[in-house]
């Protein structure tokens, strides 16, 4: 079995016709572009104009990202949180770029779904439905996404209309957004918050430049005395400041699928190149230090697939009294972006020179696999964010029913309806011992559970003072551990539903266990620390994983090796 996204192989998640069509048409473009096409336009740094005439052709864009209630009957139309990750990691299979075109029209509807604005949301449906993309003006030049620091101003005429004044900047498709989801401040006595409308079609919309050397568009654009009338209004104080917020959490969530298909691409390439290469006489897939490397990008891209794929069904049933999602979405976004450039690392370290050729997609993703954990908050700040519901699912763990796998055919219509941006250490969430228990059979999760209680008792007896909590050198390290818990809870809950194979999933608590003693170093080794929180460190550090010689080498036999020319994208 191959866990990984095979294209010409491919089987959608979705069960309904309409999105299986979706990924199969998104597939045969890419694979009937080429890849010596596709790497030219990416070496050239050409804007995608066929991919845009593509997704407007097929009103894929509109399928995926309209209500139903806005669709006007279209039978394939919702917004599925499940179906977009899985399109966000085909786009992102075949290059950032496509994706990162999908990902900021995503942000750029998600304030003008949230608004009361009915005339802003049918406008919108329409422009999607005739191919339309989408920004989101949010950030600012001189202080980036610190929202507070907002300088765009909406300044009344006194005839109910208004003028808008400012410049923005990092704001992707910015050069041919037909509705631009702008933030500002009301110059009114207010300074109100307020989401408004603009197009880059406008007289009064100055686009200046692409602020990167890239295919993809991430504009400068200033706004000068351009007309704005209630109309284009999409919102205005507490909720255009939540809306900016909640935003940013949905959009949040595609970063994960994007870093894994990044990564699958570059493990194609790169074990098929090791595995016909031989070296001082021997065959480099060979050599242990190769296969090494190979079994943990392997088992990494798994876990982070599995997690993805969990996480992603308690998005869907989400609702005010279930905001579990807060918790696992910024862990998505720190954690699985984070492993994604971990297995491009490993892979890289094997086939070396061939990483920098410009006819392969590794030197194109390794170039791009950075950028997804710095963008929707920094992993610093993400990290620091999962910090905030530690206390909840350690020691006061509450009682909800099952979430079961969701592909059913339904708007995500919580997404929109998220309320205000307050009360996370209120959150709390099911108890996370019971499906560690029940796989405790398994060596490498019982030795995972050991770890988990000494972190425990960090926690309890000799948790951070106020300047080690303030500092994050210190508190990173602590964030980071807890994300790995929560991140093996959500694979062992996904390995029940996928009947996962036993031996791979102890060979990935093996990786898990390596990890959560090097954040454990990390504490050890700050000048900070004090000698009793070393010695919980010490005690985790010591505890290695179990190793399984024959295991280890029947999960390379029978699932990583034989990847060896599984995929190659049509030249």
């Known amino acids: ?14 069960a309904d016709e309409g999105s299986k069509a979706i990924m199969d048409k998104t597939i045969a473009f890419f694979e009937n572009m080429g890849k010596e096409r596709l ?6 740094k050409i804007w995608y104009r066929e991919f845009v005439d593509f997704i407007a052709r097929e009103r894929i864009f509109f399928k995926l990202l309209t209500p139903k209630q806005y669709a006007g009957g279209d039978p394939d139309a919702r917004w599925d949180t499940a179906r977009n990750a899985e399109y966000s990691e085909i786009l992102a299979f075949y290059g950032l770029g496509y994706w990162y075109c999908f990902q900021v029209t995503i942000l750029g509807l998600g304030p003008i779904w949230m608004s009361p604005n009915e005339n802003a949301k049918r406008r919108a449906a329409q422009l999607l439905k005739g191919g339309a ?50 933030l500002g401040k009301v110059k009114d006595g207010t300074d109100d918050y307020t989401f408004f409308s603009t197009n880059y079609r406008h007289k009064a919309y100055e686009l200046k430049k692409n602020v990167i050397s890239h295919q993809e568009y991430v504009s400068n654009f200033a706004l000068h005395d351009y007309p704005i009338t209630e109309d284009d ?18 959009g949040k969530f595609n970063i994960g699928p994007a870093s894994i298909g990044i990564a699958e691409h570059c493990f194609y390439e790169a074990i098929t190149h090791a595995s016909n290469r031989i070296l001082y006489g021997v065959k480099v897939t060979d050599m242990p230090h190769v296969r090494k490397n ?43 972006t984070l492993q994604s450039e971990e297995v491009v690392n490993l892979l890289w370290d094997v086939i070396a020179a061939k990483g920098f050729e410009k006819d392969t997609i590794f030197h194109m993703a390794a170039a791009d696999v950075r950028g997804p954990s710095k963008l929707e908050g920094t992993v610093h700040v993400n990290v620091q ?21 969701d592909f059913s055919l339904k708007d995500d219509s919580f997404l929109f309806n998220q309320g205000p941006t307050k009360g996370l250490g209120k959150v709390q969430f099911h108890d996370y011992k019971p499906v560690f228990e029940a796989n405790k059979g398994l060596p490498n999760v019982a030795t995972f559970i050991k770890q988990i209680e000494i972190f425990k008792e960090i926690l309890e007896k000799a948790g951070p003072d106020k300047a080690q909590d303030m500092d994050p050198s210190w508190s990173l390290p602590v964030g980071e551990m807890f994300s790995i818990v929560v991140y093996g809870q959500l694979i062992l809950e996904q390995a029940k539903f996928d009947k996962l194979d036993a031996d791979v999933l102890n060979q990935i608590f093996d990786f898990m266990v390596r990890d959560f ?12 620390s004090k000698d009793e929180q070393r010695e919980y460190c010490t005690k985790i550090m010591l505890i290695k994983a179990v190793p399984a010689p024959e295991q280890y080498n029947k999960v390379w036999e029978k699932y990583v090796s034989v990847l060896n020319g599984e995929y190659a994208m049509s030249e």
Not at 396 to 402: L, S
């Open 1 to 14: 079995m191959n866990y990984l996204l095979q294209p010409k192989k491919y089987q959608s998640l979705m």
């Open 39 to 44: 790497l030219d336009d990416y070496n050239k």
């Open 133 to 182: 993309i989408f920004a989101f003006g949010l950030s600012e030049r001189t202080h980036g996404a610190d929202i507070y620091s907002v300088e765009t101003t909406l300044t009344p005429k006194g005839d109910g209309t208004f003028l808008a004044n400012g410049e923005k900047y990092y704001i992707g498709n910015g050069n041919e957004a037909e509705m631009v989801s702008t």
């Open 233 to 250: 209004i999409l919102s205005r104080g507490p909720h255009a400041w939540d809306s900016a917020l909640n935003t940013v959490n949905i």
């Open 294 to 336: 190979f079994m943990d990008a392997w088992l990494r891209l798994v876990a982070m697939k599995m997690y993805q794929r969990r996480s992603t069904d308690y998005f869907r049933g989400a609702n005010e009294n279930d905001r579990r999602y807060l918790l696992y979405n910024p862990t998505s976004k720190m954690k699985v």
């Open 385 to 405: 964010l999962i910090r905030k519901f530690m206390k909840n699912y350690f020691f006061t763990p509450a009682e909800y029913a099952q979430v079961t796998p």
């Open 517 to 528: 003693a090097n954040f454990a170093l990390q504490i050890y080794g700050n000048h900070s």
